[in-house]
């Protein structure tokens, strides 16, 4: 009897340890965080000293105009950085799925711009969108055509560029790692029966690919929603507010405005929103398991 006790709770005791530091690394900041945000928080005074205002940061924000409208372009930067990675990411999985000649290298290249620290990538991309010696408004120039304000009448459309060339391949390899896991007996088959390409990327590669596409894409939805440095070099959330997502107007709340109460409660309504994204892709990839599993029955009982 003792025996099999230690046998069940050996795998727990080989847990407990990254459990306990994940516990003190994890949950203590986040209770620190949520505790701070029901106060009227400065750098100046320890979180014991500071006056206790209950839900009053939360209900400030709430009535915030300034939040509301980085909220609003934290989600169009995040809605369209996501949505044309995936696009982007899937469709070059699909198009270099194949016994390519050099694929290691174009792998190795496509890479490249996720190694590139975030600083790097906006001091570069700011120089080539630079109003006169850009690379872009030189190249315009030599076409015969007029120049652009990127970074001001256009600035929330060239960040999202930025972020799509460097995040892209993040999409890029995981989609196509998926469709090389992808049973061949069930392409295989599809190609018996006649099917087509197109046919085989929309009912067979898509659906047993959903389950990965999913989770990359909740992983690229949740670092967009964090994007901090590339826009800080960039444009600093301007002009105005048109670039300032909430992860850049936390900072600043917290930096300049010293308001460390308010970039707490801030910090929680962005947490609130990430797991409501989070749950809402956890439940659609369940579903998307589970039919990906009828889907791959039903081709073993054709076969």
Not at 166 to 181: D, K, N, R, V
Not at 229 to 239: C, K, N
Not at 265 to 279: D, E, G, H, P
Request: proline residues 5%; neutral net charge; charged residues 15%.
């Amino acid at each position: 009897m003792r025996i099999a006790r230690a046998n069940r709770l050996t795998p727990y005791m080989f847990m407990a340890p990254a459990a306990i530091i994940m516990a003190i690394a994890l949950l203590y900041p986040l209770g620190y965080m949520v505790w701070g945000s029901f106060r009227a928080w400065n750098p100046s005074q320890s979180i014991g000293e500071a006056e206790f205002v209950g839900l009053r940061n939360y209900i400030f924000l709430w009535n915030d105009p300034n939040f509301h409208e980085s909220l609003i372009v934290t989600l169009k930067f995040a809605f369209f950085v996501v949505s044309l990675e995936m696009l982007i990411g899937v469709g070059l999985a699909l198009l270099l799925d194949r016994n390519i000649r050099g694929m290691s290298v174009l792998r190795t290249l496509f890479i490249l711009p996720m190694m590139i620290a975030p600083v790097v990538v906006g001091l570069m991309w700011r120089y080539m969108y630079h109003p006169t010696v850009g690379t872009f408004n030189t190249t315009l120039e030599s076409w015969g055509l007029p120049k652009v304000d990127w970074l001001g009448d256009h600035a929330l459309m060239s960040i999202i560029i930025a972020d799509i060339w460097q995040w892209t391949p993040f999409i890029f390899i995981l989609s196509l790692a998926a469709l090389q896991s992808l049973p061949r007996s069930a392409l295989e088959a599809a190609k018996i029966d006649g099917a087509t390409g197109w046919q085989q990327i929309i009912h067979i590669k898509l659906p047993l690919m959903m389950p990965v596409l999913i989770v990359t894409c909740l992983l690229r939805l949740i670092d967009a929603f964090k994007v901090l440095e590339v826009i800080l070099v960039m444009t600093a959330g301007g002009p105005g507010l048109s670039t300032e997502i909430l992860a850049l107007r936390i900072s600043r709340t917290a930096t300049e405005f010293r308001e460390l109460g308010v970039a707490a409660a801030m910090s929680n309504y962005l947490l609130i929103l990430l797991l409501f994204f989070t749950v809402a892709m956890f439940l659609f990839t369940k579903w998307q398991e589970a039919r990906a599993r009828r889907l791959a029955a039903a081709i073993q009982e054709d076969d």
